[in-house]
């Protein structure tokens, strides 16, 4: 494994989650494509710089996905909408022990015991993991709910550009301002 100070969450992260070093500091182990690396962050500090670097910060993320999705104790985030980063945590963020998986490189699911699951992932990979089948596949629909609300509002609705009979004209002064209609010769209603 690579040991490097810095990484942003991209199309090919797979996965991150918490590693104790040699002195008891919190960085994050991230499967990248097929690579391994340790990044000299905790997950929440790597995540967080991850969407600063997009536009965002973790709390934000946070509360839109609360708000969207109601309240729910550990929610999804997103990311990045264009490079369909969406990120699941496994339990609450502030336990070493989350796993934050990749939403678009999850592929399949499958029980293994009573209160375990085999994560099958993108590039071949699997994570046994100590949770319900039906738990983690409820925590992907949640995702999977956040995603389709966030892409849809993106997309905005549907219109058209007509040039108007009438418009205003704006004048700022020292006052106040001052609307005005015009006509579609470009007189206003004090010109005539």
Same mark, same amino acid.
């Given at each position: 494994m690579r040991i490097v100070p810095e990484y942003l969450i991209n199309e090919n992260t797979v996965l991150v989650e918490g590693i104790y070093d040699e002195f008891a500091n @919190?960085?994050? +182990?991230v499967l990248d494509k097929e690579e391994l690396l340790v990044v000299m962050l905790s997950p929440v500090k790597l995540i967080n710089h991850t969407l600063l670097k997009y536009g965002s $910060?973790? !709390?934000? =993320?946070v509360n839109s996905s609360k708000h969207i999705l109601g309240e729910v104790k550990t929610p999804p985030i997103h990311v990045? =909408? +264009?490079l369909d980063i969406w990120l699941?945590?496994?339990?609450?963020? *502030? @336990? !070493?022990s989350c796993v934050w998986f990749s939403h678009s490189h999850i592929k399949d699911t499958k029980a293994v015991g009573r *209160? +375990?699951?085999?994560?099958?992932l993108s590039f071949g990979h699997t994570y046994e993991l100590l949770m319900k089948e039906i738990s983690f596949n409820h925590k992907r629909q949640k995702a999977a709910q956040l995603k389709e609300h966030i892409t849809k509002?993106? @997309?905005?609705t549907e219109s058209f550009i007509a040039e108007p009979i009438r418009g205003f004209y704006i004048r700022e002064s020292e006052q106040e301002l001052v609307f005005k *209609?015009? $006509?579609?010769d470009g007189e206003t209603e004090e010109d005539k």
């Open positions: @919190l960085w994050s +182990k $910060d973790f !709390q934000g =993320a990045n =909408a +264009k699941i945590p496994t339990r609450s963020s *502030k @336990l !070493q *209160k +375990k699951t085999e994560v099958h509002n993106s @997309l905005g *209609k015009e $006509d579609s």
